[in-house]
């Protein structure tokens, strides 16, 4: 019998036998309750299950079971692997991940909090320093000292008290670690750079950073000749409407960019790279890829795409630096680069995305 696996959050009535009994309602339909998990809350508790169903059920008919036994404030959810592992041992695991490469913390939220998505934010003032901050319900902000953020968000079911502490934990081990926000990274040749998110205020910087890219370079990127930028365009690069900006500083000066832009195809967003001529080919491409990945990851994106001119290499060797699988072929005259979201122990090929500037 076919089965699917879903996640669910109810609040039983706090009476002797209710869990049980809701347990027995589920195992008549042939449900298997594979995990279960206890989250205080201020007026008692949300009981999480993770159900396997038979798939003639339909989300709506598990709700509908599930209320029979005087459940309220039902959230469902399709279920992952990561879910039946034991919450402490997911947050061990988590905290690893993040002290092992700092970018990995929106993708360590997302998998320990069940979160629909964890995307970097510019931070404002109200967002100064470390903290956790709830917006409402369904999603609140990570806040770093010296400026970014992370917006967390979970439509299928409101976060508890306990996991907004879950979130603060990660940051406890960031902070007492003395891991840096932002991210500092060294290039193969020893230099030091800074990556972090891009703000409007960095537009003269990215003009400037044109300015002193070649004309091939820049058509490699844009797939068209482009000497200036528009203070339009460098709006729309640095706050991309569908997506997100880094950028690499050598002191003062943005030296390359990276972006990261959904696209209408689910779990798959584009990704692009510009760097200054007298930077490459010393690991701030594969720098910049690594970083965009991990957010990727964070934002339940599966894979990259990039797009290049055949003749072009620089950004294909680029994702092999950063050791992420890819497969490739040419569509309307380009080459078309799928990067998969998962390391590996040898690397192959990624590259930039078309007109950024139409979306």
């Known amino acids: 019998m076919a089965t699917s ?30 995990a279960l998990s206890v989250l205080p809350v201020p007026d008692g508790v949300v009981d999480e299950l993770v159900v396997a169903a038979p798939d003639r059920l339909q989300p709506a008919d598990i709700v509908s079971l599930v ?28 905290a690893g991940r993040v002290l092992a490469d700092p970018a990995e913390l929106a993708s360590a939220l997302r998998s320990v909090l069940g979160a629909d998505s964890v995307s970097p934010v510019t931070s404002g003032p109200e967002m100064a320093g470390w903290g956790v901050s709830a917006l409402d319900p369904h999603q609140f902000v990570v806040s770093f000292p010296g400026g970014g953020a992370l917006l967390v968000r979970r439509e299928w079911a409101p976060f508890t ?15 007492t670690a003395g891991v840096p926000t932002p991210r500092a990274v060294v290039t193969s040749d020893g230099a030091g750079l800074v990556l972090r998110l891009g703000q409007p205020s960095d537009a003269d910087a990215v003009a400037a950073l044109h300015q002193r890219c070649s004309m091939r370079t820049l058509f490699a990127r844009y797939h068209a000749g482009v000497r200036t930028v528009p203070r339009r365009w460098l709006h ?124």
């Open 5 to 34: 696996t879903w996640r669910l959050r109810v609040r039983l009535v706090d009476s002797p036998g209710v869990l049980a009994r809701l347990t027995v309602r589920l195992a008549d339909q042939n449900c298997n309750v594979l």
């Open 67 to 94: 209320h029979g036994e005087g459940a309220r404030d039902v959230s469902i959810a399709p279920a992952e692997m990561h879910d039946l592992v034991d919450d402490r041992a997911a947050a061990l695991r988590a």
């Open 161 to 175: 008290d306990s996991e907004l502490a879950r979130a603060f934990a990660l940051l406890e081990v960031l902070r």
């Open 236 to 359: 729309r690069l640095l706050s991309p409407p569908r997506g997100t900006t880094f950028v690499a500083l050598a002191g003062r000066e943005v030296i390359a960019i990276g972006q990261l832009i959904g696209t209408t195809t689910p779990r798959v967003a584009e990704v692009s790279l510009l760097v200054e001529d007298a930077w490459q080919r010393r690991g701030v491409g594969a720098a910049l890829l690594t970083h965009l990945a991990a957010v990727a990851r964070g934002g339940d994106f599966d894979e990259l795409v990039g797009w290049c001119l055949p003749a072009e290499d620089a950004l294909v060797r680029t994702a092999a630096r950063a050791g992420l699988a890819s497969r490739q072929r040419v569509e309307d005259g380009l080459l078309r680069v799928a990067v998969t979201l998962r390391r590996t122990g040898s690397v192959t090929r990624v590259s930039a995305s078309t007109d950024p500037f139409s979306r």
